[in-house]
């Protein structure tokens, strides 16, 4: 069936450094991209989306790249700050279908 | 706006016993989902809602039904709660299609089923 994978599962970065978090996907049909960030006791938040057309998207800090013939995209965050630390969920969707695929989440903690 | 709303907020029920999770948005979005979120799982679709009058199954279906009986509101219901849906679950809803429209979360329901 179609699937998310997300790595790492967990990730401790100083403050001021980069993050990283990578997804891959397995339905060659998706053709959209959304992040989200979940702070503690709240719902997801979408911060950052790619469509299948475009290679690579930024929004200040943080910047997603996809590549479509590896079916992977990545999440990159730079100059970290510690109102960054929160679980990140990539996700994959069909245009077809109106259904989000998650990946499984990653725990950011960024160390002052 | 208050955006996506969930009640209640905690609930513990008992195994057998039923209960109603309510999800109203007051957006005017015609899509509305349900997802449980459990640990290294990630979130999984439940149930959705294309429009009023309108569901469909997702990924995790069976043990829940819902209704979407007026636009703003979107119900989920458990009619006999087994401790395998011990979760957190979270509404959302979107303007339309997903690809063209963000998806906005509520801020969850955290129910424990003993």
């Known amino acids: 069936g179609e699937n998310v994978e997300q790595h790492p599962s967990t990730l401790s970065v100083q403050e001021g450094d980069s993050a990283v978090i990578k997804c891959t996907y397995s339905?060659?049909?998706?053709?959209?991209f959304p992040w989200y960030k979940q702070e503690l006791g709240k719902g997801p938040q979408l911060i950052i989306d790619i469509r299948s057309n475009v290679g690579e998207k930024k929004d200040q800090r943080i910047a997603v790249t996809l590549n479509k013939t590896a079916k992977h995209f990545s999440l990159h965050i730079t100059e970290t700050q510690p109102e960054d630390s929160a679980v990140y969920f990539c996700a994959a969707v069909k245009t077809s279908y109106d259904k989000v695929i998650f990946g499984p989440g990653t725990s950011l903690s960024v160390i002052p | 706006n208050a955006g996506v709303t969930q009640t209640p907020k905690f609930r513990v029920l008992k195994t057998g016993q039923s209960m109603t999770l309510l999800c109203a948005q007051d957006m005017n979005h015609e899509y509305m989902y349900w997802y449980r979120q459990d640990p290294g799982m990630g979130l999984r679709l439940i149930h959705y809602?294309?429009?009023?009058?309108?569901?469909a199954k997702g990924e995790v279906p069976d043990g829940y039904n819902v209704s979407r009986l007026k636009k703003q509101n979107f119900l989920l219901g458990l009619e006999s709660a087994a401790p395998s849906q011990t979760s957190v679950y979270f509404c959302?809803?979107?303007?339309?299609?997903?690809?063209?429209?963000?998806?906005?979360f509520g801020p969850g329901t955290r129910l424990t089923v003993l």
């Open positions: 809602s294309v429009g009023e009058g309108t569901t």
């Open positions: 959302a809803s979107s303007y339309s299609r997903l690809t063209y429209n963000e998806q906005f």
């Open positions: 339905d060659s049909a998706s053709n959209y």
